[in-house]
Every structure is written in structure tokens, then in C-alpha cells.
């Protein structure tokens, strides 16, 4: 049993190891020293210093065996890891890990990378021993990372230089208040470093492609997760939407769409009742409808069998006034097969965000 087990070790090391020569890949490290934006009053108290930290990427070069690869440019698909100290004791430290693509400009000097991942922050809001960290109410957040970077490759070797701009945005989507979230920007200065300069690959050349052309198509999905209103301690609660809308392929990469939502937010009941019994001010009924409904626009960015979207709403149906009247929705989906599909995306008003939704729908 124990040879075994040898053996398939020894074989799934080959494997990885003639995967990584075929492939090209890249492996890039940069430190970044920034400020936090004052996106919002409420956190300027967090604002005392410039945090600092350290980005890894891991790269996977693209050179068009796949049509999408040539329809974006040949872009990298990889990992990045952060490690940032918040130069504030109240914020602490975040560790992320993110998924990303890097797409390129002027003959491939100009880079940028757009992320999203998850991080986990060292010291978020206690109400006991934390109460002025109102920007991060839990360990974990999601986290959204923009890198714009001027890059020379293999001047020496396999390794080159990059520099340029970072934002990094951390936010729990109100998942748990409180949620005022953070922005950093920063400046970054690194090095990349190609791990098989010697393997030569030339990009295939884009050839002209077959329109597609689909009929109208009737989608129909549901999302779920549980969130918490921005009254501290207020607790958190599940939510459902069902979605119902129609799209349109305008072409290889994009199609539109129109629809509506159905929302059942079960935190705005909570919400409903504290702001009736506690702010007599504001008029509350209590007995007011949680529910709401809206309906939509939005486009779809087909990548592979990943997609982007982008969704601005307006409710149609809306008892309490929460936020106001319109919403927009942005986040990825990913097609298994022609039809089902499943999603995460994060819904918000403006700027201010109301819950991460993870969904599963059908394409009919």
C-alpha cells in the first residue's frame, strides 16, 4: 500500500512538473505604501498613518489555444496574495488571497490586474473591547483589488521589473455590521520573474471568428445569504431572491438583458421594528411590508465559461424606504454546460452595499 501511494505521488509530481514546462508562468513580488481614502466621514478617526504591505502573483500566461484568449488581448490568469498592515491599530492587519486576470495595452507594457478574493482582518469590531473599528464587523471580508503597472519582462534573464498603482477595497458586505468598509491606494514597486524564460511561444494569431447569433433567452435564478443592518448588534438574518429575466447576445462577448427581482429580506423586518419603536421621529409603520420587488437592466460579459455582470435596478414595489428606490447588482457567473449556471454577486445601493448573494439559475 505504502509503494502505492509512493507511486502516485511520483506521478502526480510529473504531471505538475510537465504542466509547468509546456505552460508559461510568472511569478511577480512588490511592496506598496499607500493611504486609506476617506470614502466616508464616519471613518476618519481610522485614518493615522500609511499602510504598507507586500503583493504575490502567480501568473499563467496565455497565447490563444482557446478563442477567448485572443477575443481579450492574451491575458494572464493567476493568484495574488496580500499581506497589509492597516498602520492602525484599531484596523490591525488584513491576509487575502484573490483570483485574477491581468490584461494588457500598449505592446503588453501596460498591465492591469482586477481581483476579487477573500481576506481575513486581525482585529475587527468588539463591541467590548473593539468599538471604534467601524469599518470591518468580522474576520472575514471580501475584498476587491485593482492594479495598474508599467512592466518590463526577462531584462535580465527571466527577470524584469514593474511599478505602478494599487486600490485595494475590503468590505463584509454587510454580512455583519458595522461595515463602513476601507479603500486603500497605494504605490508599488516589484519585481517579476519569468520561472521557463527558455521556453519560446508565439501568440496565435486572431482569425476570423463565427458570429454567434442566439434567439432571445428566458433565465431564471435564486440567490441567498444572510446579512444584518447597519444597527450594531441588530443580528443577522437569511434573505432569498428570485430573479426572472430575459437576454440578448449581442456577440461573442456580451449580451443584455431585462427583468425583475423579488426580494425577501427578512433583516428590514428587524429593522422595521426598531426604527418604529425606537425613532418615533421617523414616522415608521410597523406593521410596514419587508418585501420588495424591482425590475432591471443589465449586460453580461462572457469570459470563457466565466461571465461579468453588471445589473441597475428600480423597485417598483417599496413599502419602507431603505436606501432609496434604485439598486445595481455586479459580480461573476460561471456556465456549467449550455444551461445551469451559478453565481456570486454582491448587491448594494450606490456605494453602500446591502449583501452578498450566492445564486443558481437555468438558461432555457
Known sequence: MKAVKHYILLLVTLISIRGIAQNKYTIDVSQFNGTI???????????TGHPAGVLVGFNQKRFGEKEWEKDFGYPDTGFTFIYQDMANGTLGTNTSLYAHYN??????????RVGQGLAYNSNPYDKDTNFR???????????????????????????????????VHYSNANVKAP????????F???????????????????????KITEPIRFNLA????????????????????????????LGRKSAIQLGGDYFHSNFLKELIRFQSSSFPELNVDSNADFKRAGIFLGHELFVNKMSVLTQFGYYVYY???????????????RYFGDSIFAAVTLKSHAAKAEAVEFGIGVRL
Open 133 to 167: 473599528n467601524n469599518a470591518y464587523g468580522s474576520h472575514i471580508l471580501s475584498s476587491t483589488m485593482l492594479l495598474l503597472n508599467y512592466q518590463k519582462e526577462n531584462l535580465v534573464g527571466g527577470l524584469g521589473f514593474k511599478t505602478g498603482l494599487t486600490l
Open 179 to 186: 461595515n463602513t468598509s476601507t479603500n486603500t491606494a497605494a
Open 319 to 333: 413599502p419602507f424606504d431603505f436606501e432609496g428606490r434604485t439598486y445595481n447588482r455586479i459580480g461573476l457567473k
Open 103 to 112: 490584461f494588457y495595452f500598449f505592446k503588453r507594457k501596460l498591465q492591469f
Open 188 to 210: 508599488n514597486f516589484g519585481l517579476v520573474y519569468d520561472l521557463n524564460s527558455s521556453l519560446q511561444k508565439e501568440f496565435i494569431p486572431k482569425e476570423k471568428t463565427i
Open 37 to 47: 481614502l476617506l470614502h466616508n466621514p464616519d471613518i476618519s478617526h481610522l485614518i
Open 222 to 249: 435564486l440567490r441567498s445569504g444572510v446579512n444584518e443592518s447597519d444597527v450594531n448588534g441588530s443580528g443577522q438574518y437569511g434573505f432569498w431572491i428570485a430573479s426572472a429575466y430575459a437576454d440578448k447576445r
